[in-house]
């Protein structure tokens, strides 16, 4: 066997540079090497997909339950700005070491075949997990769901939190197509909770004609509040006044009660009390989903990169107050319905800053200006498109532009907000 890296980002760098796609979708190959390497959970498994909203259920779902004294491991993706970000015990990014141990122990079990950048890591991930005394996992997947490599474990509880039309080419180009892949990840017999308040018929279908015990939003669980607070109503569960969560955005009582349903299913072997529901909610924090940073002007991260995201966004914004003007900073994957995240945002933004990202499939920022012309961004003394060649750049011009009562919105590609995210730490340290 050849000399394997002994550091994580000599790793990281191999594993981008081997396999011919950057994404493969299939079981087969990441199931012969989890069999391989006997990757079992000795303890439940919660699995979150969707289009929208899976970082936020899952980030409610470990404060929670941390709140309520548990261990709880958890698998998220994409990073911001650290590898390590991905992989969470306790609230604590795994370390270096650790995943250097994953990644020896998944290259020593798969012989020969080839593994996706995303496979070798999600296994990993997945065998560091298992094997930490752990007493609840919660796992993220990346692509749909019944081809994503996430979905070689069999969760005890899955929950889709919306569908909407992204990754046309992978998972279809309706919400029906979309639903069916992410159906995928129910299993027979086990809880399968859907908190899109508009299923597709196909993901019912689906979950029907396996034999999963189907939760739907509106028929099995359901909220109601006031500006105060709110209730959460399930099958045999109800909580009441419950404080907001503390990530801001329109959806996010959706996502909580989705979040609440998985609880409720587990609620015999991971009981958790009404005080530490309330205290997990007002605790949680996920960086750049409507995350509005101290300071003036004011600065907004937020990783919309579809329409539905980016109708979220705008409500979002709507809902903030006076702002004498707002910036953009703003880059995006080519494959990406831009056009579709322009028309929901460009009655909102004054002045746009528009990025190349350092990623071969990213649009580049001429192609967004080009976009934001046809879709009628007119520049004038009011209005104006600037392109950039990184985030950083339009960031610090936007800074440098923006008064005091202005707004900075960040929004697009993760990698779009994590430039940004590396600008501003790094200003901190200088």
């Given at each position: 066997?050849?000399?394997?890296?002994?550091?994580?980002?000599?790793?990281?760098?191999?594993?981008?540079?081997?396999?011919?796609?950057?994404?493969?979708?299939?079981?087969d190959?990441?199931?012969?090497?989890?069999?391989?390497?006997?990757?079992?959970?000795?303890?439940?498994?919660?699995m979150?997909?969707?289009?929208?909203?899976?970082?936020?259920?899952?980030?409610?779902?470990?404060?929670?339950?941390?709140?309520?004294?548990?261990?709880?491991?958890?698998?998220?993706?994409?990073?911001?700005?650290?590898?390590?970000?991905?992989?969470?015990?306790?609230?604590?990014?795994?370390?270096?070491?650790?995943?250097?141990?994953?990644?020896?122990?998944?290259?020593?079990?798969?012989?020969?075949?080839?593994?996706?950048?995303?496979?070798?890591?999600?296994?990993?991930?997945?065998?560091?997990?298992?094997?930490?005394?752990?007493?609840?996992?919660?796992?993220?997947?990346?692509?749909?769901?019944?081809?994503?490599?996430?979905?070689?474990?069999?969760?005890?509880?899955?929950?889709?939190?919306?569908?909407?039309?992204?990754?046309?080419?992978?998972?279809?180009?309706?919400?029906?197509k979309?639903?069916?892949?992410?159906?995928?990840?129910?299993?027979?017999?086990?809880?399968?909770?859907?908190?899109?308040?508009?299923?597709?018929?196909?993901?019912?279908?689906?979950?029907?004609?396996?034999?999963?015990?189907?939760?739907?939003?509106?028929?099995?669980?359901?909220?109601?509040?006031?500006k105060q607070?709110?209730?959460?109503?399930?099958?045999?569960?109800?909580?009441?006044?419950?404080?907001?969560?503390?990530?801001?955005?329109a959806?996010?009582l959706?996502?909580?009660?989705?979040?609440?349903?998985a609880?409720?299913?587990?609620?015999?072997?991971?009981?958790?009390?009404?005080?530490?529901?309330?205290?997990?909610?007002?605790?949680?924090?996920?960086?750049?989903?409507?995350?509005?940073?101290?300071?003036?002007?004011?600065?907004?991260?937020?990783?919309?990169?579809?329409?539905?995201?980016?109708?979220?966004?705008?409500?979002?914004?709507?809902?903030?107050?006076?702002?004498?003007?707002?910036?953009?900073?703003?880059?995006?994957?080519?494959?990406?319905?831009?056009?579709?995240?322009?028309?929901?945002?460009?009655?909102?933004?004054?002045?746009?800053?528009?990025?190349?990202?350092?990623?071969?499939?990213?649009?580049?920022?001429?192609?967004?200006?080009?976009?934001?012309?046809?879709?009628g961004?007119?520049?004038?003394?009011?209005?104006?498109v600037?392109?950039?060649?990184?985030?950083?750049?339009?960031?610090?011009?936007?800074?440098?532009?923006?008064?005091?009562?202005?707004?900075i919105?960040?929004?697009?590609?993760?990698?779009?907000?994590a430039?940004?995210?590396?600008?501003?730490?790094?200003?901190?340290?200088?």
């Amino acid at each position: 066997m050849q000399n394997l890296p002994t550091t994580l980002p000599a790793w990281l760098s191999l594993l981008e540079q081997r396999h011919f796609k950057e994404i493969d979708m299939g079981l087969d190959r990441v199931a012969a090497v989890k069999n391989r390497m006997g990757i079992q959970f000795s303890c439940p498994v919660i699995m979150v997909a969707g289009t929208n909203g899976k970082g936020s259920t899952c980030a409610m779902l470990e404060a929670i339950l941390m709140q309520a004294g548990y261990r709880v491991g958890l698998y998220s993706k994409p990073h911001f700005l650290d590898f390590n970000e991905r992989a969470r015990i306790n609230g604590e990014n795994v370390v270096d070491a650790e995943f250097i141990a994953a990644f020896d122990r998944v290259e020593a079990a798969r012989d020969d075949v080839s593994l996706t950048y995303f496979e070798f890591t999600t296994l990993a991930i997945c065998d560091l997990l298992a094997k930490a005394p752990l007493d609840v996992v919660i796992l993220e997947v990346g692509l749909g769901g019944r081809l994503d490599a996430v979905n070689v474990i069999d969760a005890d509880v899955s929950v889709v939190t919306s569908i909407d039309i992204d990754h046309t080419d992978y998972l279809g180009d309706t919400r029906e197509k979309i639903g069916f892949e992410k159906a995928g990840i129910f299993r027979p017999g086990r809880t399968a909770i859907c908190g899109d308040p508009v299923p597709p018929q196909s993901l019912i279908d689906h979950a029907t004609s396996i034999g999963a015990d189907l939760w739907l939003f509106g028929r099995d669980f359901n909220y109601n509040g006031d500006k105060q607070q709110w209730n959460y109503g399930g099958r045999n569960q109800r909580r009441n006044s419950l404080g907001y969560p503390s990530l801001r955005g329109a959806n996010q009582l959706l996502n909580a009660a989705a979040v609440l349903a998985a609880l409720e299913s587990l609620k015999d072997v991971l009981p958790v009390g009404a005080q530490e529901v309330r205290t997990g909610l007002v605790m949680v924090d996920l960086p750049g989903r409507f995350q509005v940073m101290p300071g003036r002007p004011v600065v907004v991260l937020d990783v919309a990169h579809n329409p539905h995201a980016a109708a979220t966004l705008a409500q979002n914004m709507d809902n903030m107050g006076f702002h004498a003007y707002t910036y953009a900073v703003f880059g995006s994957m080519l494959d990406k319905d831009i056009d579709g995240v322009i028309a929901q945002l460009k009655g909102k933004i004054d002045h746009w800053c528009v990025t190349d990202l350092p990623l071969a499939r990213a649009a580049t920022a001429s192609q967004l200006e080009q976009r934001l012309l046809d879709a009628g961004v007119v520049p004038d003394t009011e209005r104006s498109v600037q392109t950039f060649q990184n985030p950083e750049e339009a960031y610090h011009y936007a800074m440098s532009k923006a008064g005091e009562n202005d707004r900075i919105v960040v929004f697009g590609s993760f990698l779009t907000v994590a430039g940004v995210m590396r600008a501003r730490r790094s200003a901190m340290h200088t």
